[in-house]
Every structure is written in C-alpha cells, then in structure tokens.
C-alpha cells in the first residue's frame, strides 16, 4: 500500500488567487513528480525531483512552481491562479532505483478556478 | 512522434471474459521499462503491471498479464475474467533509459465492464 498524500482533495478558487497544491509521501522515496491531467486525457509530467534541493521542469510548460526542501514534502504553488489551470493535478513518488518500481499516485487535487 | 500509442479509446467486454488492451512505443534505447496503470473515476492512478525490456518472459501479475512483443514494440495489456470493478480508465507508459527517470503515458482507453 502506498502513502502518498495530496490536500487538498478539491479546490474551487477564484482567478488570481494565489494556491499551493501539496504532497506528501512517508516512503522515503527520492524521486517526486507532479502530472496535470485534463478530464479523460493522458498525464502531463510538468514538474519532477530527484531529491532535496533538487528540482526541473517536465515536458509541458506549466507556469506552476514547485519546492523540495524535505524529501517526504513537494508542494506545487500556482502564484495567480486562472481558468486555464483548471484540471487535476497527480503528485508521485518512486524510488531511486531502476527496474520495476512503478511511480506511486497520490489520489490527485481536483482545481477548478473560476 | 508519440512515444506511447493507446489506439483504442474506449472498449467493451463482458463480465468473465478476458479483454486485451493495445498499446504500442516507440524507443532506441535498448534499456526501457513498460508499465500498465489503472485510473478509476475516483482519480487515482493504480500501478498493475512492468515489463522490462531485457525481460524474457512476460509479466504477469494475478488477472493481469502483459503480451510483450519487443520486435513490434508492443506491451499489450491482457484481463482475464474481467469484473465489474475492472471497469476504468487503462494507461501504458514508458521509462527509457537504464536510470531512474519519469514516465511518459499514452492517451489511454476507457474500460467498460458489462454485466
């Protein structure tokens, strides 16, 4: 079972306000990511960390920013918030090896801003 | 090009029968791994199934079983006996190279279990 924590679950926000999206996971595992994932379409890897102080952009250019400062804490801030950042947001975690070891999803923040 | 190709977007299949999901990617590194997730409405992405490239057999994890064709490059997802449960969102996705490093998925198809 994995443990992997996302809060919030859902989030309805008004344009401009500034949110932050967090994720936590008490498996020690180096690696963390951050998918956007529109309703019904594939994942997008915007934001990933291979470790504390660690972190770079993914293949979808995303106006978020995200922090590693704890290896168990990878939270993602969207500084001002617009309708076009509506979509689910999936956080994971792997470890630093290689082989079978599948990312762990945390349970996604639905955001929706108005 | 799509490093992961899901064709079919949406399938049917009765409750107990076996039902095979196609998914087909495209590499050049020879060190690569295969993976099978499971999204049901709630939203969650559920790990089911990995293959690696260098693996011999396929990969088979209780229902679930991978059809890894290496010459045509396909990781077919296969579901035996399928259950109302089963019914979900399927995701392939690939990891290239020999280090650790993100995943990239298909677009996915839409599993609709009949009772």
């Known amino acids: 079972e994995a443990d992997i924590y996302q809060t919030p679950r859902y989030l309805v926000i008004g344009t401009g306000k500034k949110i932050t999206l967090e994720c936590s996971q008490t498996m020690g595992h180096d690696k963390m990511y951050w998918y956007q994932q529109d309703p019904g379409m594939e994942l997008h890897l915007i934001h990933y960390s291979y470790g504390v102080n660690s972190t770079e952009k993914g293949d979808l250019s995303s106006e978020s920013t995200v922090s590693r400062i704890r290896t168990e804490h990878f939270p993602l801030t969207l500084e001002s918030a617009r309708p076009s950042h509506t979509s689910q947001y999936l956080c994971?975690?792997?470890?630093?090896?290689?082989?079978?070891?599948?990312?762990?999803f945390g349970p996604g923040t639905r955001l929706t801003v108005t | 090009a799509q490093k992961i190709t899901q064709t079919q977007p949406g399938m049917f299949v009765q409750e107990k029968e076996a039902v095979t999901l196609d998914c087909t990617y495209d590499?050049?590194?020879?060190?690569?791994?295969l993976f099978w997730y499971k999204q049901p409405s709630s939203g969650e992405m559920i790990f089911l199934i990995y293959?690696?490239?260098?693996?011999?057999q396929n990969a088979t994890e209780g229902r679930y079983s991978l059809n890894f064709q290496k010459a045509r490059k396909s990781a077919n997802l296969v579901i035996s006996a399928s259950q109302l449960g089963d019914s979900a969102m399927y995701f392939c996705a690939m990891r290239e190279g020999g280090s650790a490093r993100q995943l990239t998925f298909g677009s996915g198809t839409q599993l609709t279990v009949l009772p």
């Open positions: 293959q690696g490239s260098y693996d011999q």
């Open positions: 994971a975690s792997s470890e630093a090896g290689t082989g079978g070891d599948g990312q762990y």
């Open positions: 590499t050049s590194d020879p060190s690569y791994g």
